[in-house]
C-alpha cells in the first residue's frame, strides 16, 4: 500500500462487498489476523486481501495508509482482546498476574499474528488502555511513580519476549516442534553423568518442564521482585535490620 487514506468522515462505504458484508476497518482487521495465521507474512497484501475480502483492494486505503498501519491495528485487536472480561481487584500482584497471562495466551492463540507483531508499538486504542491500567495497578499499590515505570517496563517487555518466542516454536511445522521436543531425550537424556552431573540429576525435572512455557514462572519471580522493592517492604526490611519499630502500613 502507499502512503494515503481516506479522512476519517468520508471511509464509509454502503455497498456490501462480493461476500455481502460491508466493508468497515473491523472487518479488514479480522480478515486479516485470519490470513496470517493461514499463509503468514505474505498475507498482509493488498490482493490477498481484497480477494478475501470481495472488494476492490483500493477500497482499502478508505482505511489504512499501507501495510504497517494495518499490522499496528492487527496488533492492536490481539492487545484487545486479552483485555476482554478484566477488571482490577486491587490486588496488585494478581491484577498484574491476570493481564501478563492473558496477553502471553492471546499471543499464543495467533503465533503468526504474534511473530509479526508482539514487538510493535500501536499507539492505538487497546493498547493506551492496557498502558493506563497497568501503570493504574502499581501507582494505586502505592509505588513511586519512577519505580512504577521501570516496573511497567519490565512486566511489558517480559509479557511481550515470551509471547514472540513462545510464538515463533508454535509457528514451527509440526514436524520440527516434535523434533525439538525430541532433543531433550535423544541427547540431554543420553549425556554421560560423569561429564555432565547436574544435567542427569536434573533430566527428569528437566525434560518435563521445558514441555511448556517458561512466562508464568519467570511472571512470577518478577512480581515478587517488585513487591521486594516496594516502599513498604523495603521500610519494613530496614527496621528489622536496624531493630527498630517497623513502619505502619
Same mark, same amino acid.
Given at each position: 500500500?502507499? $502512503?494515503?487514506?481516506?479522512?476519517?468522515?468520508?471511509?464509509?462505504?454502503?455497498?456490501?462487498?462480493?461476500?455481502?458484508?460491508?466493508?468497515?476497518?473491523?472487518?479488514?482487521?479480522?480478515? /486479516?489476523?485470519?490470513?496470517?495465521?493461514?499463509?503468514?507474512?505474505?498475507?498482509?497484501?493488498?490482493?490477498?486481501?481484497?480477494?478475501?475480502?470481495?472488494?476492490?483492494?483500493?477500497?482499502?486505503?478508505?482505511?489504512?495508509?499501507?501495510?504497517?498501519?494495518?499490522?499496528?491495528?492487527?496488533?492492536?485487536?490481539?492487545?484487545?482482546?486479552?483485555?476482554?472480561?478484566?477488571?482490577?481487584?486491587?490486588?496488585?500482584?494478581? =491484577?498484574?498476574?491476570?493481564?501478563?497471562?492473558?496477553?502471553?495466551?492471546?499471543?499464543?492463540?495467533?503465533?503468526?499474528?504474534?511473530?509479526?507483531?508482539?514487538?510493535?508499538?500501536?499507539?492505538?486504542?487497546? $493498547?493506551?488502555?492496557?498502558?493506563?491500567?497497568?501503570?493504574?495497578?502499581?501507582?494505586?499499590?502505592?509505588?513511586?511513580?519512577?519505580?512504577?515505570?521501570?516496573?511497567?517496563?519490565?512486566?511489558?517487555?517480559?509479557?511481550?519476549?515470551?509471547?514472540?518466542? =513462545?510464538?515463533?516454536?508454535?509457528?514451527?511445522?509440526?514436524?520440527?516442534?516434535?523434533? #525439538? /521436543? #525430541?532433543?531433550?531425550?535423544?541427547?540431554?537424556?543420553?549425556?554421560?553423568?560423569?561429564?555432565?552431573?547436574?544435567?542427569?540429576?536434573?533430566?527428569?525435572?528437566?525434560?518435563?518442564?521445558?514441555?511448556?512455557?517458561?512466562?508464568?514462572?519467570?511472571?512470577?519471580?518478577?512480581?515478587?521482585?517488585?513487591?521486594?522493592?516496594?516502599?513498604?517492604?523495603?521500610?519494613?526490611?530496614?527496621? #528489622?535490620?536496624?531493630?527498630?519499630?517497623?513502619?505502619?502500613?
Amino acid at each position: 500500500m502507499v $502512503e494515503r487514506v481516506v479522512p476519517e468522515g468520508s471511509r464509509r462505504r454502503r455497498r456490501p462487498t462480493k461476500q455481502g458484508a460491508v466493508l468497515s476497518e473491523r472487518l479488514i482487521v479480522e480478515t /486479516a489476523l485470519r490470513l496470517v495465521e493461514q499463509h503468514g507474512a505474505a498475507a498482509l497484501s493488498v490482493r490477498r486481501l481484497g480477494a478475501a475480502l470481495g472488494a476492490d483492494p483500493t477500497a482499502l486505503y478508505r482505511y489504512f495508509r499501507n501495510t504497517d498501519a494495518l499490522l499496528l491495528a492487527l496488533a492492536d485487536e490481539l492487545i484487545g482482546r486479552a483485555q476482554v472480561g478484566w477488571t482490577a481487584t486491587g490486588d496488585w500482584r494478581a =491484577d498484574l498476574r491476570a493481564i501478563g497471562l492473558r496477553l502471553h495466551a492471546r499471543y499464543q492463540a495467533h503465533p503468526q499474528a504474534a511473530l509479526l507483531a508482539a514487538h510493535r508499538t500501536t499507539g492505538r486504542t487497546h $493498547e493506551t488502555r492496557v498502558v493506563e491500567g497497568i501503570l493504574g495497578v502499581l501507582r494505586t499499590a502505592g509505588f513511586p511513580d519512577g519505580l512504577a515505570v521501570r516496573i511497567y517496563h519490565a512486566f511489558v517487555d517480559q509479557a511481550l519476549a515470551f509471547a514472540a518466542q =513462545d510464538a515463533a516454536a508454535l509457528a514451527l511445522p509440526s514436524a520440527a516442534r516434535e523434533a #525439538e /521436543a #525430541e532433543v531433550w531425550h535423544a541427547v540431554y537424556g543420553r549425556l554421560p553423568t560423569d561429564t555432565h552431573p547436574h544435567v542427569g540429576a536434573a533430566f527428569p525435572l528437566l525434560a518435563a518442564d521445558m514441555r511448556d512455557s517458561g512466562y508464568p514462572f519467570a511472571l512470577e519471580l518478577l512480581l515478587a521482585g517488585a513487591a521486594a522493592l516496594h516502599p513498604r517492604a523495603r521500610a519494613a526490611s530496614c527496621g #528489622e535490620e536496624s531493630h527498630g519499630p517497623a513502619p505502619s502500613a
